[in-house]
C-alpha cells in the first residue's frame, strides 16, 4: 500500500492507523501548492479531488478521506482494533465521533489556515471552533483516557491530529486541560512518535 500525505495534514491519522496496526505500506509526499508528488507526478491525475490523504491499495484501487480509510484498514486487517466491530452500538459511537470531528472540528480549523481570512471571519472561527472542543473536554472530564473510554480508538486518532494544529494556527487549547493531557497520552505511543519522525524527514 501507498499512503499520499502532506506532514501535519490530516493524512497523518491514516498513517498512525497504519503504524498502530503494523501493516506495510510506503508514503509518497504531496506539495500541496503544486499538487505534484515527491517523484513528480501529478497529484490530481491520481486523486481528482486534490488533497490527502489518499491510499493506493495494492489492488490499484485508490481510497479518499481519512475515516473511510481508517475504517477500511482496521475492518480489513484488524477486526476489533482501533474500533469495535462494524454493526454494533459500539462502532456507532466510535463512528459519531468521528463525523463530529470531520464536520465541526476538522473542517471549520481549516479556515484558521487561510493567510486571507479576516480577523472578524477568524473571531468567528475561533468562537466556533471553542464551543466545539467543549464537547470532547467535558467527555474527558470523568478520568476516561479515551473518548469511548479505556481504549484508544480511530476517532481519537483523527483528534489527536485535529488539536495539533493549534501549533501551526495560533489556536489557543489551554481552556481545555483534559484534552491537552489527552493528546499527551497519545503523542507517546510508538506510532505516533514514528509517523511524526517519517514526516518530518
Not at 141 to 167: K, P
Not at 181 to 188: G, P, Q, V
Amino acid at each position: 500500500m501507498k499512503l499520499y500525505y502532506s506532514p501535519s495534514s490530516c493524512s497523518l491519522a491514516p498513517h498512525i492507523v497504519l503504524r498502530e496496526l503494523d501493516l506495510p505500506f510506503t508514503l509518497e509526499r504531496v506539495d500541496a501548492a503544486s499538487k505534484r508528488t515527491e517523484t513528480g507526478a501529478d497529484y490530481l491525475a491520481i486523486n481528482p479531488k486534490g488533497y490527502v490523504p489518499a491510499l493506493l491499495l495494492d489492488s490499484g484501487e485508490l481510497l479518499t478521506e481519512g475515516p473511510a480509510i481508517t475504517q477500511y484498514l482496521v475492518d480489513t486487517y484488524a477486526p476489533g482494533s482501533l474500533a469495535p466491530l462494524s454493526g454494533t452500538i459500539e462502532r456507532a459511537r466510535v463512528n459519531s465521533h468521528l463525523t463530529y470531528i470531520s464536520t465541526e472540528l476538522h473542517k471549520p480549523f481549516s479556515a484558521l489556515f487561510n493567510p486571507a481570512l479576516t480577523a472578524d471571519a477568524r473571531a468567528m472561527t475561533i468562537a466556533y471552533l471553542n464551543r466545539r472542543f467543549d464537547l470532547p473536554e467535558q467527555l474527558l472530564s470523568d478520568g476516561r483516557a479515551f473518548l469511548t473510554g479505556a481504549d484508544l480508538t480511530l476517532a481519537d486518532v483523527y483528534l489527536f491530529v485535529i488539536q495539533r494544529w493549534e501549533a501551526f494556527t495560533g489556536f489557543d487549547l489551554s481552556p481545555f486541560p483534559n484534552l491537552i493531557a489527552y493528546a499527551e497520552r497519545i503523542s507517546a505511543r510508538t506510532s505516533v512518535q514514528q509517523a511524526l519522525l517519517a514526516e518530518a524527514e
